[in-house]
T-cell receptor
Framework: AQSVTQLDSHVSVSEGTPVLLRCNYSSSYSPSLFWYVQHPNKGLQLLLKYTSAATLVKGINGFEAEFKKSETSFHLTKPSAHMSDAAEYFCVVTLNRDDKIIFGKGTRLHILP | EAQVTQNPRYLITVTGKKLTVTCSQNMNHEYMSWYRQDPGLGLRQIYYSMNVEVTDKGDVPEGYKVSRKEKRNFPLILESPSPNQTSLYFC????????????FGPGTRLTVL
């Protein structure tokens, strides 16, 4: 069965320090992987996506993610956190074999001054 | 401006009173979805549609109906709402199939008393 696991429900980092949000997936078929961000009282916005091209994907606002097939992971990173990064982040898996879209349960990122 | 619109944005209703949440997109997208977002559960897909007159169940379809008579519109219908349908609802669209970026509406916060 397909699934996606975001390993931390909350992550707190100090402003200016690196961010790591972890995502693991389970899929029997070739997946496409996405990270979306949701700021308070807003809809979701795409940060970046992997669709079987380069394994290191760069997104908006300085975020990037690396697809590691051997580890079935797609962790989101940013070298230096900014206060405006405080939001909820969702890892999403879609399967190229069918049209299932599976969301992780989300990671809330807190930025400490 | 390319966008997905939802109406109403906020709705308080009572058990059993039929309601419809509208969703419209102006990007000529084929694929549209409805999600509900609940704390700790992330987003769960209710129904999706791959094109006009083609709809299919997502992970949590019970108690909901949808229709896709025109490409741009994808209304969500609750024939007899119940309190466990109190949630934040998002409509989303994407160009074709599920491995493209999804564009989300602003959300509809529904309370069923």
């Amino acid at each position: 069965a397909q699934s996606v696991t975001q390993l931390d429900s909350h992550v707190s980092v100090s402003e200016g320090t690196p961010v790591l949000l972890r995502c693991n997936y389970s899929s029997s078929y070739s997946p496409s992987l996405f990270w979306y961000v949701q700021h308070p009282n807003k809809g979701l916005q795409l940060l970046l996506k992997y669709t079987s091209a380069a394994t290191l994907v760069k997104g908006i606002n300085g975020f990037e993610a690396e697809f590691k097939k051997s580890e079935t992971s797609f962790h989101l990173t940013k070298p230096s956190a900014h206060m405006s990064d405080a939001a909820e982040y969702f890892c999403v898996v879609t399967l190229n074999r069918d049209d299932k879209i599976i969301f992780g349960k989300g990671t809330r990122l807190h930025i400490l001054p | 401006e390319a966008q997905v619109t939802q109406n109403p944005r906020y709705l308080i209703t009572v058990t059993g009173k039929k309601l419809t949440v509208t969703c419209s997109q102006n990007m000529n997208h084929e694929y549209m979805s409805w999600y509900r977002q609940d704390p700790g559960l992330g987003l769960r897909q209710i129904y999706y549609s791959m094109n006009v007159e083609v709809t299919d169940k997502g992970d949590v379809p019970e108690g909901y109906k949808v229709s896709r008579k025109e490409k741009r519109n994808f209304p969500l219908i609750l024939e007899s709402p119940s309190p466990n349908q109190t949630s934040l609802y998002f409509c989303a669209s994407t160009l074709s199939r599920s491995y493209n970026e999804q564009f989300f509406g602003p959300g509809t916060r529904l309370t069923v008393l």
